[in-house]
């Protein structure tokens, strides 16, 4: 589904160069490639939406009016509370930033962007086992290299959890079939190794066996390599892979959602959350409240079943 704010926009005029000068103060800051993309084009939408509907023509312009104005606009067009709240927190590092470089008033000193919404006030979706299976299985049909290389991306993904940026930057040798680990670098350039159940380690094996006949296989470490082009594939390819694969059978997956759905699984099967925690990278109990909220229900219900309320009455 295309984003309801459209395409960022491109002739920017003179708010351009400042965010050019954050994202090179971001680089500098060593932020994750991610991160840099999300406080920028937060910066770029909302310049974008200044210059179209205010007379504002420069950031020290910029006061809590057009900020009121510009979250009531995301309000208006039925942005998700969360999605406004990220929106604000980016622009928040963005005026800290100007304010800072110019000594320059910061808007956001007298005005707190949308709160995010409260923890496990909205369940998170999930994708059900059966339409796991029927993802994987129609990726498995496929002998050649990009049938192999999807099913071994769709199966790590599900017995992961793990990121799209982690999946994503693996390197061959990152991986151990015989062992079931893989080396990931997590937000902050944490490292963890996490496992993979033997189905995964089989359909990495089948895919590596096909890389190796790869002509990129020789000069290129990265694990996940395009059919077409002699280069490491991008988080950007890699989703696409993912939506595509869900398009063909009239699901709306994306990479992240393998991550809710593995959390999932976990607590439902009674995982312990203190391994949850290291497998998936989190040092807050917040993130597992934040993930956890769509296993409780179904755990609640389950306990039901178990529990005679009524005691036999």
Known sequence: MPSKRGKLPTNLGPFQPWIDSFDLSLQVAEKSTNTRRIYTDAATWFAGWLLRDTQVRAWGQVTRDELRAFFVHMQDIEYARGYRNNIGRALQAFFKWYADEEEAPNPFDKFKPPPPPKVGAQRKAVIEIDQLAALIRDAEKGRDFESRRDAALLRLFACTGCRLAEITNLRVGDVNIVRRTAAVVGKGGKERVVRFDAKAALALDRYLRKRAEHKAAQVVDALWIGVRRNQPMTPSGVRQIVKRRGTRLGMDIHPHLFRH?????????????????????????????????????????????????????
Do not use: K
Not at 263 to 274: C, I, K, R, V
Not at 293 to 298: L, Q, Y
């Open 261 to 313: 759905t593995f959390t999932h699984n976990w607590l439902d099967a009674g995982g312990a959350e203190g391994d949850l925690m290291e497998l998936n990278g989190w040092e807050s109990q917040q993130m597992l409240r934040h993930y956890g909220s769509s296993a409780r229900g179904v755990r609640a219900q389950r306990a039901y079943d178990r529990i005679d309320v009524m005691r036999g009455v």
